[in-house]
Structures are given as structure tokens and as C-alpha cells.
């Protein structure tokens, strides 16, 4: 266990429809990343909240936003779902020690748009 | 920008066995750091072993071990004595100051009793 939660575990939908992510990182983490990972396009980085901020975006939609909230816990907002943004959504969470950058990966978010 | 390259998407290996799975990467960093992270059919991400780029030492984590070549931008992981539990997707990453990860693609690794 990482000591990274995320909900829910699964999510069915439909195409047009919007849905949320929830992570809560782990105690004492100030950053938080998000990450999707589908089958043709591997592990790829979404974006980067550090105590509140954005820190750092990758290759997110425009359908796509996040925010972090003064507890830490962060949400990733998925909107006009297309069939292609099925995929496992990652968050992980790291302490931004500026020396290192150990993530530790929380369970995933498995999404699947019908 | 940082890449990371995985050219092997499947390896087996014999259970009590050594296997190495390879990783070559490129970035711009001075700083930078990698890693080896294990996904089961779980899917949950493990954290194998991670190596600084500005250490000369090989990182070793039990059965596991790195071999880190700077020059040649290489990072491959050894696993020895392979135990049935080491069947997963292995995802080599790289990384610098506290910023996002890096993936290669991935290596399946089947694990033959």
C-alpha cells in the first residue's frame, strides 16, 4: 500500500458525459501528478499540482482540468468523454524534496467510456 | 525534454533464474534521476529501485540490481533468482528535480516455473 487513494476504482460511461477522479495523497505529500495510461500510448503525464498550484501540464485536453484542494486531496475533471479517453488514471503524490523525486503511485481510477 | 526507450516489450525467464531488461534514455538534465517501476496484473505502480544520475554507484534493492551507464545513457535492471512473483510489466522512468516521470513503453516479463 503507498499510502495513495483513489476514487472510485472503476468508472462506466458515456460518451459526452463528464466524471471526476479523487485522489488523496499521502500524508505530509505536498504534490500530487496525474498520469493516463492506455494501451497505444503507454504512461503518459497529464499535469502537476504542488501545494495548491499548478506546477507543471503535460499532454492534457483542453476537456481535461484539475485543481488541488487546501487539503491536499486533488480531482481531475474529464468532460465531453470520448471513447478514446478510456484508459487507467493514475495519481501519484511525492514530497518535492528539490534532491529527489520518489512518486508513489496510487491505485488508479480504470475509466471506461462506452 | 527526456525519452526513455525500451526495446525489449516482452522477456521470459526461468524461475531461480537472472534476467536483465534494458533501458536506454536521453535528456537535457544535468540533474536527473531513474527508476524502475514493476506493474502486476494488479496494475497497481511498485516502486523496484531507483538510481541518481550523479551517483557512480549501482543501485541494488535485494534480487534487484541497476546497471547504469551515464555515458552511454543506459539503465538496465537485473533481477536474480526470479521468483513466480516477478511476472509484471516493468516501466523504466526518468525524471529530474521534482518534476514529472518519464515511461518507456514497458517490458512484459513471464516468469516459467
Known amino acids: 500500500d503507498s499510502g495513495v487513494t483513489q476514487t472510485p476504482k472503476h468508472l462506466i460511461t458515456a460518451t459526452g458525459q463528464r466524471v471526476t477522479l479523487r485522489c488523496s495523497p499521502r500524508?505530509?505529500?505536498?504534490?500530487v501528478y496525474w498520469y493516463q495510461q492506455s494501451l497505444d500510448q503507454g504512461l503518459q503525464f497529464l499535469i502537476q499540482?504542488?501545494?495548491?498550484?499548478?506546477?507543471a501540464k503535460g499532454n492534457i485536453l483542453e476537456r481535461f482540468s484539475a485543481q488541488q484542494f487546501p487539503d491536499l486531496h486533488s480531482e481531475l475533471n474529464l468532460s465531453s468523454l470520448e471513447l478514446g479517453d478510456s484508459a487507467l488514471y493514475f495519481c501519484?503524490?511525492?514530497?518535492?524534496?528539490?534532491?529527489?523525486?520518489?512518486?508513489?503511485f496510487g491505485p488508479g481510477t480504470r475509466l471506461t467510456v462506452l | 525534454a527526456q525519452t526513455v526507450t525500451q526495446s525489449q516489450p516482452e522477456m521470459s525467464v526461468q524461475e531461480a533464474e537472472t534476467v536483465t531488461l534494458s533501458c536506454t534514455y536521453d535528456?537535457?538534465?544535468?540533474?536527473?534521476?531513474l527508476f524502475w517501476y514493476k506493474q502486476p496484473p494488479s496494475r497497481q505502480m511498485i516502486l523496484v529501485i531507483r538510481?541518481?544520475?550523479?551517483?557512480?554507484q549501482n543501485a541494488t534493492e535485494n534480487r534487484f540490481s541497476v546497471n547504469f551507464q551515464k555515458a552511454a545513457k543506459s539503465f538496465s535492471l537485473k533481477i536474480s533468482d526470479s521468483q513466480l512473483g516477478d511476472a509484471a510489466m516493468y516501466f523504466c522512468?526518468?525524471?529530474?528535480?521534482?518534476?514529472?516521470?518519464?515511461f518507456g513503453k514497458g517490458t512484459k516479463l513471464s516468469v516459467i516455473p
Open positions: 501519484a503524490s511525492s514530497v518535492v524534496d528539490f534532491t529527489a523525486n520518489e512518486q508513489f
Open positions: 500524508s505530509g505529500d505536498l504534490s
Open positions: 499540482y504542488y501545494n495548491g498550484e499548478e506546477r
Open positions: 535528456t537535457s538534465e544535468s540533474d536527473y534521476y
Open positions: 538510481q541518481e544520475a550523479y551517483k557512480q
Open positions: 522512468a526518468s525524471g529530474a528535480g521534482s518534476y514529472q516521470l518519464t
